[in-house]
């Protein structure tokens, strides 16, 4: 079983920053792929960024290309999403996930985990 506790949220201003930090529990947490998610008021929960096992291997939708940066620290079983020049429509609950067998490509269904959720509100 893992566990994955999401912090870093707030209120920013368009153009600010944030980053996000999920928690994992887990003695395996270094092999699974590793996810974040964001669901805005009204929408499906969308794909934003993942990073593989090793942290060699990223991946993002096109909107957040160039703005944020995915990354992890196996030894303190941590993963991070750098949030630079936000924008309004960045406003969701963000989600991290872990996929046991998936890799940076896996479609939502196939992550197994997921946390709590933070929220990330961007004003204009």
């Known amino acids: 079983q893992v566990q994955l506790v999401e912090s870093g949220g707030g209120l920013v201003q368009a153009g600010g920053s944030l980053r996000l930090s999920c928690a994992a529990s887990?003695?395996?947490?270094?092999?699974?792929?590793m996810g974040w998610f964001r669901q805005a008021p009204g929408k499906e929960r969308e794909f934003v960024a993942a990073?593989?096992?090793?942290?060699?291997?990223?991946y993002y939708t096109d909107s957040v290309k160039g703005r944020f940066t995915v990354s992890r620290d196996n030894a303190k079983n941590m993963v991070y999403l750098q949030m630079n020049s936000l924008k309004p429509e960045d406003t969701a609950v963000y989600y991290c996930?872990?996929?046991?067998?998936?890799?940076?490509?896996?479609?939502?269904?196939?992550?197994?985990?997921w946390g709590q959720g933070t929220q990330v509100t961007v004003s204009s």
């Open positions: 996930a872990a996929a046991v067998h998936g890799s940076t490509r896996s479609p939502q269904s196939e992550y197994d985990y």
């Open positions: 887990g003695r395996s947490f270094s092999t699974y792929a």
């Open positions: 990073i593989s096992w090793s942290g060699l291997s990223t």
